[in-house]
């Protein structure tokens, strides 16, 4: 890991860290054209072909059936499916208390107010690959049902045998999923905008991926709505002399071993902690995937900061996905915090509280678009729609104002439509 004093961090080496997650997008985007535009042209067809290229298997029905959807939670232990049924109710209490109150005004002739309706049907994105992830179907599929959206979709890459994992079916059936499509990658992504002879198109997409579906979302913004730009996972600690140095370093390995491209940085008041924290992850045996020491290599940085007011200000800068704040003033902190994507607070709250089972949303920006995104969430599938009701007397006293507005942006219609109104008896 690199090892950096704050105070003495020279700007090319803090724009070196900021600058994380940045992959060569444009690369990706060539590569990602070709796809969507066939599968744009020829739809089921293009799907299947691209899944047998990148998954490796060979699709008959791209739509999984409602029987494999139901027998799933025959599959896996009675465990598990308790596990995800209480991590869906807590994520679920947590997303009903984000839906928005209508409200509206009456003053002087004008009634106005707001409503919020749900986005009709919603594609929830899975990444597939070594791994399975349940919670991540969840995470996106849940607060699109409690939103009240009618349509929720999954697409996940199948494994080698065809089918989709277990574990993926089972989350669908406890978060209230209404479709399921064996397909991964650029050619899920397209075949959800556009829609295909089995898939239905829909009008917003969700979901993490990796730089290929990213840049496929990307491209077909203009076609459909997409929750956020999203990159490799990245977490960053403050902490001061309070901090537990073993779980400090668990914490780094824990999201490390997402991927080599991850981020984990360590921004403490404490020499000493930094120095531990570094020798504990010398041990390359306390964390299974090789992937995790790569990322710490590649990506990873202990930082020494005077106070933690220079570390709060660095963190403000540095935008993270998952911020964790271990010090003597955990929640007191909390107001000073402007951009981060979710925050976890004292020793006894890993990221991975949020990743699975506490209530809080794990899909979140990253790469420093916590600056401008908030994480998925219920009004990430509503949208406002604004009323006004005028009466007489109310456009009479508008008139006032729109008429020479309206005249001075030389829009004499506009100002007319107002004009016959008040002229009328």
Not at 19 to 26: C, D, L, P, Q
Not at 97 to 105: A, C, D, G, M, V
Not at 110 to 118: D, K, N, Q, S
Not at 389 to 409: F, R
Request: proline content about 4%.
């Amino acid at each position: 890991m690199k090892y950096y004093i704050l105070n003495h961090m020279s700007q090319e080496e803090k724009i070196s860290l900021f600058r994380r997650g940045r992959a060569e997008v444009s690369k990706a985007e060539e590569a990602v054209r070709p796809i969507i535009e066939r599968v744009r042209a020829e739809g089921d067809k293009a799907v299947k072909e691209f899944t047998e290229r990148f998954d490796g298997t060979k699709i008959e029905e791209i739509r999984v059936s409602q029987e494999e959807i139901e027998g799933a939670e025959k599959k896996i232990s009675r465990e598990l499916v308790e596990a995800l049924e209480t991590a869906a109710e807590n994520i679920a209490e947590f997303h009903r208390r984000q839906i928005p109150e209508e409200f509206s005004l009456n003053d002087n002739g004008r009634e106005l107010g707001i409503i919020f309706r749900a986005i009709p049907r919603v594609g929830c994105y899975i990444p597939g690959g070594r791994a399975a992830y349940p919670s991540t179907v969840l995470m996106t599929a849940i607060p699109a049902r409690v939103a009240g959206v009618k349509h929720i979709a999954v697409a996940t890459p199948p494994g080698r045998d065809g089918e989709i994992n277990p574990l993926i079916l089972a989350a669908c059936k406890i978060a209230g999923v209404t479709r399921v499509y064996r397909m991964g990658g650029a050619q899920a992504i397209a075949a959800l905008a556009y829609g295909t002879e089995s898939i239905d198109r829909v009008d917003k997409i969700v979901g993490p991926g990796n730089i290929y579906v990213t840049s496929a979302k990307r491209l077909m913004s203009s076609e459909v709505a997409v929750d956020m730009p999203a990159g490799p996972s990245e977490v960053l600690i403050i902490a001061d002399e309070r901090g537990n140095a073993r779980v400090i370093a668990y914490d780094l390995l824990a999201q490390a071993e997402h991927d080599t491209d991850a981020t984990c940085i360590l921004i403490t008041t404490s020499e000493a902690i930094g120095e531990d924290v570094r020798k504990i992850l010398e041990d390359k045996n306390l964390a299974e995937r090789e992937e995790a020491y790569l990322s710490l290599e590649k990506n990873g940085a202990i930082i020494i900061a005077g106070n933690v007011e220079d570390a709060i200000d660095f963190s403000n800068s540095f935008a993270p996905e998952h911020l964790q704040i271990v010090t003597a003033k955990n929640k007191e902190l909390l107001e000073e915090i402007e951009n981060a994507g979710s925050v976890f607070l004292g020793n006894y709250t890993p990221v991975a509280s949020g990743d699975y089972a506490s209530g809080t949303n794990h899909v979140l920006p990253t790469s420093g678009f916590a600056r401008a995104y908030s994480g998925l969430n219920t009004r990430s599938f509503l949208k406002s729609i604004f009323w006004q009701k005028l009466s007489k007397e109310g456009i009479e006293k508008l008139s006032k104002v729109i008429i020479p507005l309206a005249e001075a942006e030389g829009l004499k219609a506009h100002a007319d439509s107002v004009k016959i109104r008040v002229k009328e008896d």
